[in-house]
């Protein structure tokens, strides 16, 4: 029963701040601004969000931020990650075996996500747009290239990644106690925990805000 009054009461608490936090933003209707606004609102922890303010966001406008960010992934940030890694390789001590056989889970994770973004390029982002241009000009999807594919179905299965990334840093972070650790793997580290954050705002869009607004278009055109 406590913990039952436990959740209800966090549950309380999020909604008054949540709604304090809308009542001290500047209204606009602009898609823009009411997209900066959910990201704001992400960076602070929230993951639910009222209705309205989701309607304000033009949903291309929405899918062209995450596809902004599937570009930094893999243009910037892993880069900048992996330079830490081969920096530890470069600068590898006897002591240094331990801190590179962590590194290698993040490898093994970094294989996954790439795999999972260049999925939703050149599958899910394509259908996504086939799917508004159904509802704008009534050009039938193309089932030959999306066979029996739904938005309900992929949204049932879709992996949570950035909890991975984060299973990964913590494992990582329970085998280097008491291990002295280079700068290099310090790095690694704090970039690791940057990445995580991240990754958790980019899923609260896609997750939260994105596929629950396309699956209930995907359900109203195609039944």
């Known amino acids: 029963m406590k913990e039952e009054q436990k959740v209800k009461l966090e549950a309380g608490l999020t909604d008054r701040l949540l709604e304090e936090r809308l009542n001290n933003m500047p209204v606009s209707g602009s898609s823009d601004y009411a997209l900066n606004q959910l990201i704001d609102l ?42 830490s890694i081969y920096n530890l390789y470069s600068k590898q001590t006897h002591s240094d075996n331990v801190l590179l056989m962590l590194c290698g889970f993040f490898i093994s994770y970094q294989k996954k996500l790439v795999a999972h973004i260049q999925y939703e390029e050149v599958f899910l982002f394509p259908y996504i747009e086939s799917l508004l241009e159904y509802q704008k000009s009534g050009t039938p999807i193309d089932r030959e290239r999306f066979g029996k594919f739904t938005l309900k179905q992929f949204f049932e ?7 991975d990334l984060n299973e990964v840093r913590n494992k990582i972070t329970a085998n280097i106690d008491g291990l002295k650790a280079p700068l290099a793997f310090r790095i690694f580290m704090t970039q690791l925990e940057h990445f995580e954050k991240d990754l958790a705002i980019h899923a609260v869009l896609e997750d939260d805000v994105l596929l629950p607004r396309l699956v209930e278009l995907e359900v109203h055109l195609l039944g």
């Open 42 to 83: 992400a960076k602070e922890g929230f993951t639910e969000f009222p209705k309205a303010l989701i309607q304000e966001v033009v949903i291309q406008d929405l899918l062209q931020a995450l596809k902004k960010s599937h570009g930094n992934y893999l243009n910037i940030k892993l880069p900048e990650i992996e330079q």
């Open 157 to 163: 299965n879709h992996s949570n990644l950035e909890e």
